[in-house]
């Protein structure tokens, strides 16, 4: 009897069922296992953050909403600025506002024709340098 025919004539392994698996451990520590007892942290150190602002803001002159006398850092004149005025979030934000309770667009255009809504950009009329900005409160 060769091993082939025995394996017809078998009987079919036993078959057991699989025991579930047991369930795993719960990880009460996610992916940041506590330090093992006796782990001291190093010390951190203390976050230097400079804050280097991009936009340069010459001189200490608050520029209002609108001509403001000043010197202009780029060319050092006494000069009185030259306003233009944008539009920012709070003209969009109000203009909305506006729409939904006028139920139309027609307040819309309101926000953008009022300067207190407008960022008041400052520019040097002599070189045309940005001066700064005045954002409405
Ligand atoms: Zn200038």
């Known amino acids: 009897m060769d091993a082939t025919m025995e394996n017809k004539m078998g009987l079919p392994p036993p078959y057991e069922p699989a025991a579930p698996n047991p369930a795993p451990p719960p990880s009460y520590f996610g992916d940041n296992p506590p330090p ?9 150190a203390p976050r230097t953050t400079v804050i280097t602002s991009a936009t340069t803001r010459p001189g200490s002159t608050k520029l209002g909403p609108g001509p403001t006398g000043t010197t202009c850092a780029t060319c050092n004149k006494s000069i009185v600025t030259r306003v233009e005025y944008v539009p920012n ?8 506002a506006l729409c939904v309770l006028a139920g139309c667009c027609c307040g819309c255009i309101v926000p953008y024709c009022m300067r207190s809504c407008k960022t008041a950009n400052h520019y040097c009329p002599q070189c045309k340098a940005f001066v700064g900005s005045h954002q409405p409160s």
């Open 89 to 96: 979030n709070r003209t969009h934000i109000v203009s909305a």
């Open 36 to 44: 093992p007892p006796g782990f001291v942290a190093p010390p951190v």
